[in-house]
């Protein structure tokens, strides 16, 4: 399973209003500054800015205790997140991998579906469900997962391995070989120089030895 990308910062931007100026009347010619009120909507968007940044900050602290192998105390720093900020969707993958980690595949397939209902077009989610349902031995359902991953236009050596690897097991060899064979093209076509691409490349050459993450630490 493909290593995560980074928790991104997601920006709101605040409209804040400016200070009310009031003029006195009369004898009093005085100028007094009276600070304005929060319509509703303003006090939402700013309780929600100060619940991103508190998930954030959860999940910032949960990586580095996930860099030093705690995927445990991890877990529970991206659990916090997600009680912040229910819909900071970083904390849900980061929770997940966590939960890989750790051999928790139930617990990595609830945010892994949590994922894909808030975002059901990303491809790279739908490679890592397949690899944990393979590990439940949900094969059908694993495939399924690599057959969508691969519809959305991925262009990930390791999803066409992930399948290859299902395939072999249900006893397809011509669908295997032919997806073996495709994303040896694909990662042959890859920049070596680039990051991404040594993250990506195909890491076997035949059905049955199938790749997973990294598994030495928890990845943005």
Same mark, same amino acid.
């Given at each position: 399973?493909? #290593?995560?990308?980074?928790?991104?910062?997601?920006?709101?931007?605040?409209?804040?209003? @400016?200070?009310?100026?009031?003029?006195?009347?009369?004898?009093?010619?005085?100028?007094?500054?009276?600070?304005?009120?929060? %319509?509703?909507?303003? =006090?939402?968007?700013?309780?929600?800015? *100060?619940?991103?940044?508190?998930?954030?900050?959860?999940?910032?602290?949960?990586?580095?205790? @996930?860099?030093?192998?705690?995927?445990?105390?991890?877990?529970?720093?991206?659990?916090?997140?997600?009680?912040?900020?229910? *819909?900071?969707?970083?904390?849900? #993958?980061? #929770?997940?991998?966590?939960?890989?980690?750790?051999?928790?595949?139930?617990?990595?397939?609830?945010?892994?579906?949590?994922? &894909?209902?808030?975002?059901?077009?990303?491809?790279?989610?739908?490679?890592?469900?397949?690899?944990? $349902? $393979?590990?439940?031995?949900?094969?059908?359902?694993?495939?399924?997962?690599?057959?969508?991953?691969?519809?959305?236009?991925?262009?990930?050596?390791? =999803?066409?391995?992930?399948?290859?690897?299902?395939?072999?097991?249900?006893?397809?060899?011509?669908?295997?070989?032919?997806? &073996?064979?495709?994303?040896?093209?694909?990662?042959? %076509?890859?920049?070596?120089?680039?990051?991404?691409? #040594?993250?990506?490349? &195909?890491?076997?050459?035949?059905?049955?030895? @199938?790749?997973?993450?990294?598994?030495?630490? &928890?990845?943005?």
């Amino acid at each position: 399973m493909k #290593r995560f990308s980074s928790a991104v910062l997601i920006g709101i931007a605040l409209c804040t209003s @400016g200070n009310d100026r009031s003029f006195a009347a009369g004898n009093r010619d005085a100028n007094e500054n009276i600070a304005s009120t929060p %319509t509703p909507e303003e =006090a939402a968007i700013q309780a929600a800015y *100060k619940a991103r940044l508190a998930a954030r900050a959860a999940a910032d602290a949960g990586f580095f205790l @996930g860099m030093t192998g705690d995927f445990n105390a991890a877990r529970k720093k991206f659990s916090q997140a997600i009680e912040l900020d229910p *819909k900071f969707s970083p904390a849900y #993958r980061l #929770r997940a991998d966590a939960c890989v980690k750790m051999s928790d595949w139930a617990g990595a397939i609830v945010d892994l579906d949590t994922l &894909i209902r808030l975002d059901p077009n990303y491809p790279e989610i739908f490679n890592e469900r397949g690899f944990v $349902r $393979r590990q439940l031995g949900d094969l059908r359902g694993a495939r399924d997962d690599f057959d969508r991953c691969i519809a959305l236009g991925t262009d990930l050596p390791l =999803a066409y391995g992930n399948r290859a690897e299902v395939e072999h097991m249900l006893g397809d060899d011509i669908a295997a070989a032919a997806d &073996i064979a495709h994303a040896q093209l694909l990662a042959a %076509t890859m920049p070596a120089s680039t990051p991404s691409a #040594r993250k990506n490349r &195909i890491q076997h050459a035949s059905p049955g030895t @199938g790749t997973s993450n990294n598994r030495k630490g &928890i990845t943005r």
